[in-house]
């Protein structure tokens, strides 16, 4: 059997696939409604969160509860460049400047705390967004007196194009960097990291490299998405759902495969929205229990 031929075969038929997502996404506004397009936006960012997650957690193994931070900090960078009262910059610099500036916090957590294992790393990263919000309340109630920002208002198809840019530059960005000796690196500290440190790798420096790019795509999105929602304040920029609903997407996909992710990002999504409306005040509970029993029955996802 010619494993070349079966190799090209199976790249040829991903990246048809890939190509006719591609092409349905562009085209989904052209003849869906506005709340349908609104729909599939919020679907999409899960969709990048739960990928960025993976991108550092699934390869290392160390459980980051950092996303709602990452995600509400491009989140205020947006509100205060692109404020109500005029945008200081386009809307995409505005969205790389909020990558940016998770990715620089990202680049500082991470050498803080990268050398924490375990539940420790998990503990501190979910107090690092903990502490973002606080500060954000701090700044809003007791410096400017005034609670939340608003921002110029972006259509919903505006929005929905941003975040799909955004989304095929996270997919890219993940199936570069597992494909590459970087990647590599990322699974050998996951599968043991005193092993791959006695083999040469630098295996701090991959670690917060990795967590620093995670940080960019999440920041970029909470940027883009902000003009959309045309408010902000802690409560709905540091959401702490943000951070928890990315690792219970990530273990129904399984992160095996990056297709893993993107099918339980996009599952979950639309779940958990459905149950949001229908049981309001019910559904984190649904989704708490859906957690323990994937990680009790699926845990080598």
Do not use: C
């Amino acid at each position: 059997m010619d494993i070349s031929k079966f190799t090209s075969k199976k790249f040829l038929l991903s990246a048809g696939f890939a190509l006719a997502i591609l092409i349905f996404l562009a085209s989904f506004p052209i003849y869906s409604s506005n709340s349908e397009v609104g729909v599939l936006t919020t679907i999409l960012m899960y969709v990048i969160l739960t990928v960025s997650w993976v991108m550092f957690s699934g390869s290392t193994g160390y459980m980051s509860l950092a996303v709602a931070g990452f995600f509400g900090l491009g989140m205020y960078a947006a509100a205060f460049l692109y404020p109500r009262t005029g945008p200081l910059l386009p809307l995409p610099v505005v969205v790389i400047v909020g990558g940016l500036v998770s990715l620089v916090f990202g680049l500082i957590i991470g050498l803080v705390t990268l050398r924490l294992k375990g539940m420790y790393f998990a503990i501190f990263t979910f107090g690092f967004s903990v502490l973002l919000y606080y500060l954000f309340l701090f700044y809003e109630l007791q410096i400017r007196g005034v609670r939340g920002l608003r921002l110029t208002s972006i259509t919903n198809q505006t929005a929905y194009y941003i975040v799909v840019v955004v989304l095929v530059l996270t997919l890219l960005a993940a199936y570069l960097i597992r494909r590459s000796r970087f990647g590599l690196a990322l699974q050998s500290i996951g599968e043991n990291e005193d092993a791959a440190a006695h083999m040469g790798v630098n295996t701090t420096t991959m670690k917060v490299i990795s967590f620093a790019i995670s940080a960019f795509f999440i920041g970029a999105t909470g940027a883009a998405l902000a003009p959309k929602w045309q408010y902000v304040d802690f409560t709905v920029a540091f959401n702490m759902l943000y951070s928890f609903m990315p690792v219970l997407m990530a273990i129904f996909g399984g992160m095996r495969e990056l297709y893993g992710p993107v099918i339980g990002a996009a599952i979950f999504a639309y779940a958990e929205r459905a149950l949001r409306l229908r049981f309001p005040y019910q559904y984190m509970l649904s989704f708490g229990i859906a957690l323990i029993l994937i990680i009790i029955y699926l845990p080598g996802a």
